[in-house]
């Protein structure tokens, strides 16, 4: 990256929604997002004709898009995005969204993601995915996700000898933040013992390493500090964002992602270190990814997360708060929400205002998305660093 | 025939058989037509000649125009996967598979079917399939002689010939006589020899029809009753039919037309093939490996002046034979065609060489099943006539015809 990003001066995060997540639900998106912006109003005041920018993500709102939205939830922005980054969506919501506040084409952006999660939803939302899915993955054994992020995991593990143990130490830690979350949809204790014995779902992946797909919403605010003070609300400034897809294409297995490519101006822009933060959120379909990231956004050397992992602790308490709300591994995936609730989650801690225990003294979060595994990896990351405002 | 074989209870539930999805884009299609023809052929660049997978509608180095091209098998494992979990109700039926990701010697990388003696850092040879959907699809075997047909994932992409019950529908003429043989060679548990018209005294004493586990049956592919009747004598299950009928006459359209003959040309060619295939494909599609081989004259691409009526009966043929591939394909029931040119048999008596020998034609249907192959050519002038119509019909049609 040749130019220095602009700092996001006059930008204001606030307002962390979350539409409490259900296994399965008749309700279409819309509902979803409906009740997000309910929540919303209930939450800030805020009325439809108060929102300027309107920046949505769903991959069940078929056939609609955030176009179809507005109309349907009687928005009428100045501006508006769809983001079909899936897991990568909410940071990449947050940087859209504090340009256009920052530039002034918006002056109060609600990013929003629903998906419901109807029986056998999911078989069918996998079979029409991608086309590189359909012509080239799907055919082998049908496994979905599974197999893909079982592909990645045999890989990872053979080149830098992380084990099973490693990426269990992660799930329990997870699994114990979502103990307090009473919104979590899994929260009984998990033990390293029954994360090992798990059954095998597509070698090497076990159940526990697996997310569980349900139907849920999650929303925040980009605006100005001033009308985020109008409002009453609490508030976060964004110190650096980095976004990048299709990555090192030229990698025969992911076991890298585009972090990597962008990590060094990520921390400069933000003039932190990865000591400096006080919890990190990030996409977790599988642990493994969870791994690449704490290597790729810097928190340990390459091939040293092994290490990492047995010299830290995950849990809320721990050296590195991670995923607090349980992650998508334990509070549940949903859809694309689950690429907006580690930005919800991580404004949470910062806030204060946390779903279940606080990380004690927060004011730094760093947050981080993956999404969209077109064929063979994920295409699009993304992260974020976000400072609480006083 | 059907005292001594099992039969069914009307009334129990039938064993539905899956196939993978279907759903395929234009260029993945295009892939599986090569496939088909038993080319590994992947894209390149027209310009910086990179290989491409997955199919693609541009170069993703430079955008430039990708072609089909023949590339090198050879392969490096990178990674395995057993999947044991799958919301695919043909894949729930077959689990667990294994799967991996190998990087291709011309240089992509693939994700495919895993032979179950591979894993990672092996070399491997990719074997550019057909699946029971009927598309393609890759599949690393080691490289070397291996026992493929020990690893139960392999045999989802071929038709064994071992243990099954066959159909040769004319097992009087010398491709059908060769069929029997061959098919006895290879192990099939009982082969069901047509044979039109009256039987002959002969029969009993015949050193094809009366091999061990060879039933002979009369069958008249141009008869809807003699083929009912047929299939009733059969009564249990039946796993291939090989289509050997036909009937090989000169003679042209205006001059010398022979009409006698070119109407049992087609009642043979294309109508027995519609009757075979109504009669048979029900029973075809009851069972795992299903298969129906068709043998036909590479007269079949374009006319031929020469024997008119006879390639116009083989190009009826053809054209049936791609829609009932299309209709057994939910089936999974694979349709091959094995093309042939003129036979060393009594119908080419007045042609020199290059004639195809019945045994190699035979040979040939059995190589199909076994590697489930769905289009082969036996000898050189099938083979040359495909690659000549492949590459210009139009001219070939003007050559043939000169």
């Given at each position: 990256m040749s130019r220095a990003q602009a700092p996001y001066t006059g930008v204001a995060v606030c307002a962390p929604i979350t539409v409490p997540y259900q296994r399965f639900s008749a309700e279409p998106a819309h509902w979803w997002a409906g009740r997000a912006l309910r929540l919303l109003h209930e939450n800030t005041g805020l009325r439809p004709a108060d929102i300027d920018g309107f920046c949505f993500s769903s991959f069940s709102c078929g056939p609609d898009t955030a176009v179809g939205m507005t109309q349907h939830l009687g928005l009428t922005p100045r501006w508006l995005d769809h983001i079909p980054t899936g897991g990568a969506s909410g940071v990449m919501a947050l940087r859209r969204a504090a340009r256009a506040v920052q530039c002034g084409d918006a002056e109060l952006v609600v990013c929003l993601a629903a998906d419901t999660n109807q029986i056998d939803s999911f078989r069918h939302s996998l079979a029409g995915f991608s086309r590189f899915s359909q012509d080239a993955v799907y055919p082998y054994g049908f496994g979905g996700p599974n197999a893909t992020f079982a592909l990645i995991t045999d890989a990872y593990m053979r080149e830098y000898g992380v084990t099973r143990e490693d990426f269990g130490k992660l799930c329990v830690a997870q699994r114990a933040n979502a103990g307090?979350?009473?919104?979590?949809l899994q929260r009984k204790p998990l033990s390293l013992d029954a994360y090992m014995a798990a059954r095998p779902i597509a070698d090497p992946v076990h159940l526990f390493d697996c997310v569980m797909p349900c139907a849920g919403a999650e929303a925040f605010i980009v605006t100005t500090p001033e009308r985020a003070e109008e409002l009453g609300l609490k508030m976060a400034q964004i110190l650096a964002t980095i976004e990048r897809h299709n990555a090192f294409p030229e990698d025969p297995v992911q076991l890298r992602g585009g972090w990597a490519m962008d990590i060094e101006g990520f921390w400069q822009t933000a003039r932190i270190t990865p000591a400096e933060v006080d919890t990190l959120q990030v996409y977790d379909d599988y642990p493994v990814i969870v791994a690449m990231q704490i290597e790729d956004l810097g928190f340990c050397n390459k091939g040293k997360v092994g290490e990492f992992i047995r010299a830290n602790e995950f849990t809320i308490d721990g050296d590195l708060p991670l995923n607090t709300n349980g992650g998508q591994l334990s509070a549940?995936?949903?859809?694309?929400a689950g690429g907006f609730q580690n930005v919800t989650e991580g404004l949470r801690q910062i806030l204060h205002a946390p779903l279940g225990d606080q990380v004690p003294d927060a004011s730094i979060a760093a947050i981080s998305g993956f999404g969209l595994v077109n064929y063979d990896r994920g295409v699009c990351t993304a992260a974020a660093l976000l400072e609480a405002l006083p | 025939m059907t005292a001594a074989r099992e039969r069914r209870d009307p009334l129990a539930r039938k064993k539905l058989r899956h196939v993978p999805s279907g759903l395929r884009s234009r260029a993945m299609h295009a892939l599986s037509a090569r496939a088909a023809q038993g080319l590994f052929a992947l894209q390149a660049c027209t310009e910086c000649g990179t290989a491409t997978y997955p199919p693609r509608d541009a170069c993703p180095l430079c955008w430039g125009e990708l072609a089909w091209t023949e590339q090198p098998s050879g392969a490096k494992v990178l990674c395995e996967t057993t999947i044991r979990v799958s919301t695919d109700l043909y894949f729930r039926e077959h689990m667990p598979w294994r799967m991996g990701k190998v990087l291709l010697d011309a240089g992509p990388v693939a994700l495919v079917h895993l032979h179950a003696a591979l894993h990672p850092d092996d070399r491997a040879d990719v074997r550019m399939m057909i699946d029971r959907g009927g598309n393609a699809a890759l599949f690393a075997v080691p490289a070397g002689d291996t026992d493929l047909m020990s690893d139960p994932q392999w045999r989802e992409f071929i038709v064994p010939i071992e243990g099954r019950i066959v159909l040769v529908?004319?097992?009087?003429?010398a491709i059908g006589r060769a069929m029997v043989k061959e098919l006895q060679a290879r192990g099939a548990e009982l082969i069901v020899a047509g044979l039109p018209g009256p039987a002959l005294a002969s029969d009993a004493t015949d050193a094809v029809l009366t091999l061990d586990r060879v039933q002979a049956i009369a069958l008249d592919v141009t008869d809807a009753t003699s083929v009912a009747e047929a299939a009733s004598r059969i009564g249990g299950p039946l796993d291939i039919v090989v289509n050997t009928a036909r009937h090989v006459r000169a003679g042209g359209v205006s001059a010398n037309p022979g009409f006698v003959e070119q109407r049992r040309a087609f009642e043979v060619s294309a109508m027995g093939l519609s009757r075979l295939a109504s009669t048979f494909a029900p029973m075809l599609a009851g069972r795992p490996n299903g298969a129906f081989v068709d043998v036909l004259s590479s007269a079949a691409l374009v006319g031929d002046a020469a024997q008119a009526g006879f390639a116009a009966a083989e190009a009826a043929r053809h054209s049936l034979l791609q829609s009932l591939r299309h209709e057994m394909r939910g089936a999974g029931v694979r349709v091959m065609s094995v093309f042939t040119g003129p036979v060393d048999d009594a119908d080419h008596q007045a042609l020199p060489p290059p004639k195809v020998a019945p045994a190699r034609i035979a040979a040939s249907v059995a190589e199909a099943l076994l590697n489930g192959r769905e289009q082969t050519c036996v000898g050189d002038v099938a083979q040359d006539a495909m690659e000549r119509w492949l590459a210009d019909p139009a001219l070939l049609a003007r050559e043939k015809n000169l």
């Open positions: 307090s979350n009473p919104l979590a549940g995936q949903a859809g694309a | 529908s004319d097992a009087r003429n």
